[in-house]
């Protein structure tokens, strides 16, 4: 088990920077997922600490240890590629005990090895099995499989359930986030896709454009968001911006937004008057006939328990998650009233949160 | 037939009907006819006799002799019958038979070391060209080579042109490293001459296997090498075999430099066979028993690889 550390690490392939300067630390045992939009780097990250793919510049530290170019088996790390790579030619035991017949370890002691983890898998009946006709979910099992049975210092894995459909999906990452507290390995997770990040990991680290946005607790990232990026990346549906121009002083506890106050958590830094944006998240919108900020019923979408409604306002479109047992009618004017502690503030230039009671102005990687 | 084409029109796949079936079934049967016929009368001539093989009309059936055979891998010469009559009585069925036409046998032909140098120098080249093409399509494949495109094209344009329009070349070039009528000679000149379709075939071929697979046994201990001959070759088994066979079929078949480069040493069976009809009148039986000869080995080369020659040639036309 290890804490791997990643810093200033940037690579670029020929003009593209595909990676730009991330730095941080994962502790041992976390479940550590990076999070984004396909193109952000996050797979490039992960295949340099992986040693698959050299760093332009750089350092990659396992256990203080620096790893930077160190070939990838010299490195003790285990991979989980997206397409599973099962070797065709060989059948689940041979793929499970690839890795220690690449150590040169003996055949008895390679099987035991193998069954012990095919049964912590629940895979026992597979073993003899080809590749070829197993399920998705049982393939992704044997390549976790061949992953674990290294017991490597840490696992990487690239979007492992990528090639599931949804149902199972869901499955799998209950399975896979049971598997890391069995065996607390660190685990660096990389995808796109926000729900399967938020349940699984410890720390969420949320990439764009080869930089790291924001590095915290799947909580964190959702009540706190860093940037507008990680606002409208997380949620679904993302965050609300509203913009507006106003200046901010410290200690405030209101804004002025198109000439009305509304109380927002208390600001703890001084701004120049520049154009803002106030974050609200759709299930922070309550419906009050006084609130001053005021809209047309555009659209409702039913979801069960909740319903989406957005609101044409004079600042924008807004989706406000509503109970399902509300009435709604299209075409009627609502007054919107948000909950003053949820609410955050951005600065439209440079897209970075302002700091306030709530958070914000926190920026790592 | 037309409920056939109409359906499939409409892009579905379709059950064609047994009409279809059997004029597809006799179109295949006729060409394979077309196409077995000469192979099927060389093998039959090769057990005429001399005055069979050219009789006409042509004889469909005849008294089948080994002539042929023991023409082609005998020196004879012509005695007078009184000659013969003194010789002590035939030791072998070969003897006798040779005595029937007033011959004795002086010793072995040169079929045999010309066959072994056939042997040699095809499949060796096809072993060169394919372990370099092997290497280079992976090099090709999975590294950042600076002016990749570029050398592919230069590699490929070697093919642009008939090998023989630098004969005059070759063989001036040949002379002075004394590789002429050598069989490393014509080991290099035919590996130079496979290893373009070599690269060009198995790039294909090894661009379709997912680095993921050799990617996940670098990160599991194997050095790249290892992860090469252990996971990618596997897996590139029906392009090596079909690329094999395309360039065995190459250096085995070749003619124009055979004929300029060797003489005796290292001559291949395509300029050897030509001399058989020389020797003793048109003896069209030893010839055809020559050709069978020839055919046999690539015949099992194909035969044994075919699963993967099949393979091997639709490999990439479908999406899996």
């Known amino acids: 088990m290890a804490q791997i550390r990643v810093e200033n690490l940037r690579k670029s392939f020929d003009q593209f920077t595909a990676v730009e300067g991330s730095n941080f630390t994962i502790d041992d045992g976390t479940f550590f997922a990076m999070l984004g939009p396909s193109g952000c780097g996050k797979t490039t990250t992960l295949r340099m600490i992986a040693g698959l793919e050299l760093p332009t510049e750089g350092k990659i530290l396992l256990d203080g240890k620096d790893v930077t170019f160190d070939r990838a088996s010299a490195r003790d790390i285990a991979f989980v590629f997206q397409l599973f790579a099962l070797y065709p030619h060989m059948n689940v035991a041979g793929n499970i005990g690839f890795p220690l017949k690449c150590q040169g370890m003996g055949r008895r002691e390679i099987r035991q090895r193998v069954e012990e983890t095919a049964r912590l898998l629940r895979i026992e009946h597979l073993l003899s099995s080809k590749t070829s006709k197993l399920s998705g979910g049982d393939r992704q099992r044997v390549a976790l499989g061949r992953a674990m049975v290294r017991r490597p210092k840490a696992f990487l894995m690239d979007e492992p359930l990528g090639a599931l459909d949804a149902e199972f999906r869901h499955l799998m990452c209950g399975e896979l986030r049971d598997l890391h507290d069995r065996i607390g390995a660190t685990t660096i997770y990389v995808t796109h896709d926000q729900l399967e990040a938020m349940s699984m990991a410890d720390q969420i680290a949320v990439m764009n454009k080869g930089r790291v946005e924001q590095i915290s607790s799947p909580q964190e990232i959702y009540d706190r968001p860093a940037s507008m990026f990680v606002a409208d990346f997380i949620g679904s549906p993302p965050m609300n911006f509203l913009r507006f121009e106003g200046g901010l002083h410290c200690g405030d506890r209101a804004i002025s937004f198109h000439d009305t106050d509304i109380i927002v958590p208390e600001i703890r830094e001084d701004r120049a008057s520049a154009p803002l944006v106030l974050g609200v998240r759709p299930e922070h919108i309550r419906f009050t006939d006084a609130a001053p900020v005021r809209g047309e019923v555009f659209g409702a979408e039913y979801l069960g328990t909740t319903q989406i409604v957005t609101v044409d306002t004079a600042h924008g479109r807004v989706a406000a998650r509503l109970p399902s047992a509300m009435p709604v009618r299209v075409g009627e004017t609502v007054g919107l009233e948000f909950h003053s502690e949820r609410l955050a503030l951005f600065d439209a230039g440079s897209g970075l949160a302002i700091r306030t009671a709530n958070g914000g102005g926190v920026r790592h990687g | 037939?037309?409920?056939?084409?109409?359906?499939?029109?409409?892009?579905?796949?379709?059950?064609?009907?047994?009409?279809?079936?059997?004029?597809?079934?006799?179109?295949?049967?006729?060409?394979?006819?077309?196409?077995?016929?000469?192979?099927?009368?060389?093998?039959?001539?090769?057990?005429?006799?001399?005055?069979?093989?050219?009789?006409?009309?042509?004889?469909?059936?005849?008294?089948?002799?080994?002539?042929?055979?023991?023409?082609?891998?005998?020196?004879?010469?012509?005695?007078?019958?009184?000659?013969?009559?003194?010789?002590?009585?035939?030791?072998?069925?070969?003897?006798?038979?040779?005595?029937?036409?007033?011959?004795?046998?002086?010793?072995?032909?040169?079929?045999?070391?010309?066959?072994?140098?056939?042997?040699?120098?095809?499949?060796?080249?096809?072993?060169?060209?394919?372990?370099?093409?092997?290497?280079?399509?992976?090099?090709?494949?999975?590294?950042?080579?600076?002016?990749?495109?570029?050398?592919?094209?230069?590699?490929?344009?070697?093919?642009?042109?008939?090998?023989?329009?630098?004969?005059?070349?070759?063989?001036?070039?040949?002379?002075?490293?004394?590789?002429?009528?050598?069989?490393?000679?014509?080991?290099?000149?035919?590996?130079?001459?496979?290893?373009?379709?070599?690269?060009?075939?198995?790039?294909?071929?090894?661009?379709?296997?997912?680095?993921?697979?050799?990617?996940?046994?670098?990160?599991?201990?194997?050095?790249?090498?290892?992860?090469?001959?252990?996971?990618?070759?596997?897996?590139?088994?029906?392009?090596?075999?079909?690329?094999?066979?395309?360039?065995?079929?190459?250096?085995?078949?070749?003619?124009?430099?055979?004929?300029?480069?060797?003489?005796?040493?290292?001559?291949?069976?395509?300029?050897?066979?030509?001399?058989?009809?020389?020797?003793?009148?048109?003896d069209w039986p030893a010839v055809a028993a020559a050709t069978t000869l020839f055919v046999v080995p690539i015949v099992l080369f194909t035969v044994l690889l075919r699963k993967h020659l099949l393979r091997g040639i639709t490999f990439g036309a479908v999406r899996k």
Request: with cysteine; hydrophobic share 50%.
């Open chain 2, 1 to 282: 037939m037309t409920a056939a084409v109409a359906k499939s029109t409409a892009h579905s796949i379709v059950e064609s009907s047994s009409r279809a079936k059997a004029v597809a079934g006799s179109l295949v049967i006729l060409y394979a006819m077309i196409t077995i016929l000469p192979l099927v009368w060389i093998v039959a001539t090769a057990f005429k006799s001399q005055s069979d093989a050219i009789a006409y009309p042509p004889k469909v059936l005849f008294q089948p002799t080994l002539e042929g055979y023991v023409n082609l891998f005998t020196v004879r010469t012509r005695q007078t019958p009184d000659f013969i009559a003194k010789l002590p009585p035939p030791q072998t069925w070969y003897d006798k038979l040779v005595r029937q036409h007033d011959m004795v046998i002086a010793g072995p032909s040169k079929v045999v070391p010309r066959f072994v140098n056939s042997l040699i120098i095809g499949f060796g080249s096809t072993f060169l060209a394919v372990f370099l093409g092997t290497l280079a399509a992976y090099a090709f494949s999975r590294f950042r080579i600076p002016l990749a495109d570029d050398l592919l094209f230069f590699i490929l344009s070697t093919r642009m042109m008939p090998p023989v329009a630098v004969a005059i070349p070759i063989y001036l070039m040949y002379r002075q490293l004394n590789l002429t009528d050598t069989r490393l000679g014509m080991i290099l000149l035919y590996t130079a001459v496979n290893v373009s379709l070599a690269v060009w075939l198995l790039k294909g071929f090894i661009d379709e296997i997912p680095r993921e697979y050799e990617e996940a046994a670098l990160v599991d201990g194997y050095t790249r090498l290892q992860a090469l001959r252990k996971v990618v070759l596997p897996q590139a088994v029906t392009g090596i075999a079909a690329t094999a066979i395309f360039c065995l079929i190459f250096s085995w078949n070749e003619y124009a430099f055979a004929v300029l480069l060797t003489s005796g040493e290292a001559q291949t069976m395509p300029p050897f066979i030509p001399f058989i009809i020389g020797e003793g009148g048109q």
